[in-house]
């Protein structure tokens, strides 16, 4: 994969890791979000070559840091609104912007572009949808979301904020978080928790506190709702992946806030769930991830 840089602002400068088949295959652009810990390395197992749940053989790919996440920059004082989903979103639409009007990168979206996006990076690529020109917007296809945070407004309990709020303290914190909370250690190997903590320990102060402090917060619904009545029904689709043994998005959450909200909008929507896997997918269950993106 070939490394690019977004600049969006002064403050701001978006690392991504793209990729193109050597042949097309008249396939959508795959743009990766991740989740509220993660970077475009959460993806590693779906970008990379030679492993059996790559897509970089039939599908390009643009696998994006978030701000303040990974090799990304982002603002180190935060107001309030710096590290919101809508913000991040804004950033995203720039992106694509820049990558459709640059000829070396143009051809890329000849096909159309789908949203793979995980958790906080699903409620990103949901408040997506109102920042985009209508360029990109008919050339969007859908979403894959896994195990993705709702629209709406979260509020948590108040133990459970303050875990999230020290969960990225230091290494010994990441590693409890992910063996207690984001996934079974069994479904995981010695990089993918190695990955896991450098990517967590890397997000910078802002980033981290944020999301719970409060992006999570947000209420995206009314902007995305506004869009989708738009859009011609059944144009756009989903399909939800979610852990069935996730604690940060429960399925029962998923369907009700995500799914039918979605369906409710007229997109066309599936859930699936992975039984035994809890909420990073990418890196529990990647064939799991891998199947929903190609039946798409």
Same mark, same amino acid.
């Given at each position: 994969m070939t490394s690019i840089?977004?600049?969006i602002s002064n403050e701001v400068t978006l690392h991504a890791r793209l990729s193109r088949p050597a042949i097309s295959h008249k396939k959508p652009l795959l743009v990766f979000l991740h989740y509220w810990g993660g970077s475009s390395s959460t993806w590693y197992k779906l970008t990379s070559p030679g492993l059996?749940?790559?897509l970089i053989s039939t599908h +390009? #790919?643009?696998a994006c840091d978030l701000r303040g996440w990974g090799k990304s920059t982002g603002p180190s004082v935060d107001d309030g609104t710096a590290y919101l989903a809508s913000t991040m979103a804004k950033d995203i639409a720039t992106a694509l912007q820049q990558l459709s009007s640059d000829n070396a990168t143009k051809n890329l979206l000849d096909d159309g572009f789908i949203f793979v996006a995980h958790s906080m990076g699903?409620?990103?690529a949901l408040a997506t949808l109102p920042a985009l020109p209508s360029n990109l917007l008919e050339s969007?296809?859908?979403?894959?979301?896994?195990a993705p945070a709702p +629209? #709406?407004?979260?509020?948590l309990p108040p133990q459970m904020k303050e875990q999230q709020k020290m969960a990225y303290s230091n290494e010994e914190s990441v590693r409890w978080t992910v063996e207690n909370v984001l996934a079974n250690p069994a479904h995981l190997d010695d990089r993918d928790i190695e990955q896991i903590v450098r990517d967590s320990l890397a997000g910078n102060k802002s980033a981290k506190e944020a999301w719970p402090g409060y992006g999570m917060q947000e209420d995206i619904s009314g902007g995305v709702?506004?869009?989708l009545t738009s859009v011609s029904k059944g144009k756009l689709r989903a399909s939800i992946l979610v852990g069935g043994l996730d604690v940060v998005e429960p399925r029962e959450q998923v369907d009700r806030h995500v799914r039918l909200f979605l369906e409710e909008n007229g997109v066309e929507t599936s859930l699936q769930y992975v039984a035994n896997g809890k909420h990073l997918?990418?890196?529990e269950y990647p064939e799991a991830v891998y199947k929903e993106i190609v039946s798409f």
């Open positions: 840089h977004f600049h059996p749940t790559s +390009p #790919t643009l699903a409620k990103v969007l296809k859908g979403f894959v979301l896994v +629209p #709406t407004a979260l509020s709702k506004k869009v997918l990418p890196l």
